[in-house]
């Protein structure tokens, strides 16, 4: 953020996550830009108006942790970075794949003990799998490209068809069910919102074939996690890999060394061998992370400009939840 200031602004820099209890924190600033972890409920918004906050820049494409309605109607403009990286994202995806398939992580483990054999280790090929994309938006048509580079046969579910998916990359779009009952692996790249909460559940599940790997860079209350896992014990579901969590809050982006962990439900996942976790960091390139800095240095820009910013959500509010 500071490279991307160029000394226009004065910026203070806080660890701490924006909360009802540290929103004292923003008194004196007239925009605070906020995170995937910080509280922007509406107690939260409304306290930052009481304080003289008018703007709220996140650096994120998802604003589930926004109370936008609030924002709204209080008048404290909000923007977003629509699109910072979906390639970081996109490649990290199928990087969870190409590990899970062909153990890597288990294999790395069981080196550093001295252990080089192979019995543990024989995985599968990705070319010629059926994957099935759920979301294909910015991340999730560049997922399909990666995956059409591997030779896998691609399937998608989106409220809206892309032609150009389907001509150039051969993928084939169907309803969720179909697309479920139908591929090996399954990658989520749609939006968090009211229709996609717990959209992959019990009976979702069941529909899939049984020993289905499953990845969700997305957003973490999008699956249901103790669904998940009552699968996984029972093999229904083969392979997890999760860069984000329902309950990450609190835990991810925070070093825990030596803590203990209160959540038995992450402990439960972080130690099955077919899961793997990683902490909400698909994002995090050196390419995407400048993207965001100079993204939201671009919101302050327009705003203390009085133009225009064509990242403001209630701009673009009922584009964006039409996603995916």
């Known amino acids: 953020m500071s490279a991307a ?63 936008i309605d609030k924002a709204n109607e209080l008048g404290i403009k909000v923007a977003n970075v ?19 398939s062909r153990k890597i992580t288990m294999a790395d483990k069981q080196v550093h003990q001295n252990n080089f054999t192979l019995d543990n280790l024989v995985g599968f090929n990705l070319h010629n799998k059926k994957v099935g994309i759920i979301g294909t938006g910015r991340i999730g048509s560049i997922t399909a490209k990666i995956l059409h580079g591997f030779g896998c046969r691609i399937f ?15 993928v084939t779009y169907t309803d969720l069910q179909t697309l479920c009952s139908t591929v090996d692996i399954i990658t989520i790249h ?3 919102n009211e ?35 009552t699968n996984l014990q029972t093999g229904q579901i083969g392979f997890y890999g999760m860069d984000v969590y329902e309950k990450e809050k609190g835990i991810f982006f925070y ?20 899961v793997l976790v990683t902490p909400h960091q698909s994002f995090a390139s050196a390419e995407a992370l400048k993207n965001i800095a100079d993204t939201t240095m671009d919101n302050f820009n327009c705003w203390d ?9 209630p701009h673009r509010l009922n584009e964006v939840k039409e996603m995916n």
Request: hydrophobic share 40%; charged share 25%.
């Open 5 to 67: 200031n160029t000394n226009k602004y004065c910026i203070e820099l806080s660890s701490d996550s924006l909360n009802l209890q540290t929103v004292h924190m923003a008194k004196g600033f007239i925009a605070i830009s906020i995170f995937t972890g910080d509280d922007a409920s509406a107690e939260v918004i409304q306290a930052l108006y009481e304080i003289g906050v008018r703007y709220i820049a996140t650096r994120a494409a998802g604003f589930d942790n926004i109370d």
């Open 82 to 100: 629509p699109e910072y990286s979906p390639h970081a994202i996109a490649e990290f995806a199928v990087g969870m794949m190409i590990n899970l």
């Open 156 to 170: 998608a579910y989106d409220v809206k068809h892309d032609a150009g998916l389907e001509l150039k990359y051969g």
């Open 190 to 192: 749609t939006p968090l």
């Open 195 to 229: 229709k996609t909460k717990y959209l992959v559940n019990n009976d979702l599940i069941k529909s899939m074939k049984k020993g289905v790997m499953i990845i969700n860079t997305a957003r973490g209350p999008i699956v249901n996690t103790k669904h998940i896992i």
């Open 255 to 274: 070093d825990l060394t030596n803590k203990d962990i209160k959540d038995e439900t992450l402990k439960e996942l972080l130690a099955m061998p077919n």
């Open 305 to 313: 400009k009085d133009e225009t910013c064509k990242n403001e959500l």
